[in-house]
Nanobody, 122 residues
């Protein structure tokens, strides 16, 4: 059974930092794309960042470029999202996801975690 478990969410003041983790079991990130998505109250889920593990390519939404960094520890089969200079508009439930066809869009994702809440206060 494939499981993705996010952790690291919490409350932080604007300008602060958090590191989210996505630990996988039942699947190895090494051959896949891994994405971070977020959904704020009343809004649609949006892609935040994506890592193509096979070649190290990374992608970021314009709203987080320069502030967020996605990385992968293959020894722990865990993907991280380092978030810095956080803004109140970053407040959302953050989800990691992965899929077999190495794409970074929501339809490409076959497995999803349950999410971790990030709250940024002004």
């Amino acid at each position: 059974e494939v499981q993705l478990v996010e952790s690291g969410g919490g409350w932080v003041q604007a300008g602060g930092s958090l590191r989210l983790s996505c630990a996988a079991s039942g699947i190895t990130f090494g051959d896949l794309a891994v994405g971070w998505f977020r959904q704020a109250p009343g809004l649609e889920r949006e892609g935040v960042s994506c890592l193509i593990s096979s070649d190290g390519r990374t992608y970021y939404a314009e709203s987080v470029k320069g502030r967020f960094n996605i990385s992968w520890d293959n020894t722990k089969n865990t993907v991280y999202l380092q978030m810095s200079s956080l803004k109140p508009e970053d407040t959302a439930d953050y989800y990691c996801a992965t899929g077999w066809n190495s794409g970074c869009q929501e339809p490409d994702m076959d497995y999803w975690g349950k999410g971790t809440l990030v709250t940024v206060s002004s």
